[in-house]
């Protein structure tokens, strides 16, 4: 069964950096695309962006400029860092698997079918 | 501002049929698959439906998705009690080069 687990600081103060680790358990960390999501209390799901098992990375244009996305294969872990954050990144922070369900297809065609059940990180001094 | 459209909130009685509806563009919903999730405050989201009508195993077939164009819709029917949960679409943009998600759905079952 797979599954993932969101870990890092609760609270983070303006302008620092937000760190954040996801744990995998239960599948391989190849051929598969891995994502990190947010949601901001009564907003919608916001997608942060993505690392593919060869290193492979994209970002969300909004948040391209603070984010970076790394991994950490032999320990079945990725990681976000969101730079200079402010009040509007307080949210509930997600992990998620991108899987392809044929096997074959386009990077824009890996789905999130399995996440974390979240962290929260509120930004305040 | 969510780039896909859904309604706030819907509501039916047990044993009714609902649909949540989401509405996009052309660079997103009318050019690639949808996908829907259910969350449960303090779960982990689930996959409800994906490539716009299919579902994972696991999921029951009171659980339905179609797309038309620009919009999808997620059809529940047999409502139940434990249906009441936030519904969400998603789709990949191509403009963005990236995933967009509606603003939720929070279904209350009477």
């Known amino acids: 069964q797979v599954q993932l687990q969101e870990s890092g600081p609760g609270l983070v103060k303006p302008s620092e950096t937000l760190s954040l680790t996801c744990t995998v358990s239960?599948?391989?960390?190849?051929?598969?695309?891995w994502s990190w999501i947010r949601q901001a209390p009564g907003r919608g799901l916001e997608w942060i962006g993505y690392?593919?098992?060869?290193?492979?990375?994209k970002y969300n244009p909004t948040l391209r400029s603070r984010v970076t996305i790394s991994q950490d294969t032999s320990k079945n872990q990725f990681s976000l860092k969101l730079r200079s954050v402010t009040a509007a990144d307080t949210a509930l922070y997600y992990c998620?698997?991108?899987?392809?369900?044929?096997?074959?297809?386009?990077?824009?065609?890996?789905?999130?079918?399995?996440w974390g059940r979240g962290t929260t990180v509120t930004v305040s001094s | 501002q969510s780039v896909l459209t859904q309604p706030p909130s819907v509501s039916g009685t047990p044993g009714q049929r609902v649909t949540i509806s989401c509405f996009g563009g052309?660079?997103?919903?009318?050019?690639?698959?949808v996908y829907w999730y259910q969350q449960f405050p303090g779960a982990a989201p689930k996959l409800l439906i994906y490539?716009?009508?299919q579902r994972p195993s696991g999921v029951p077939d009171r659980f339905s998705g179609s797309k038309s164009g620009t919009s999808a819709s997620l059809a529940i029917s047999g409502l139940r009690s434990e249906d009441a949960a936030d519904y969400s679409c998603?789709?990949?943009?191509?403009?963005?080069?990236?995933?967009?998600f509606g603003g939720g759905t929070r279904l209350t079952v009477l």
């Open positions: 998620a698997r991108g899987y392809c369900s044929d096997g074959r297809c386009p990077y824009y065609e890996y789905y999130m079918d399995v």
């Open positions: 239960g599948a391989s960390f190849s051929s598969h695309y």
């Open positions: 690392i593919y098992y060869s290193g492979t990375t």
């Open positions: 052309g660079s997103d919903i009318a050019s690639n698959y």
């Open positions: 490539k716009n009508n």
């Open positions: 998603a789709t990949w943009d191509d403009d963005m080069s990236g995933w967009v």
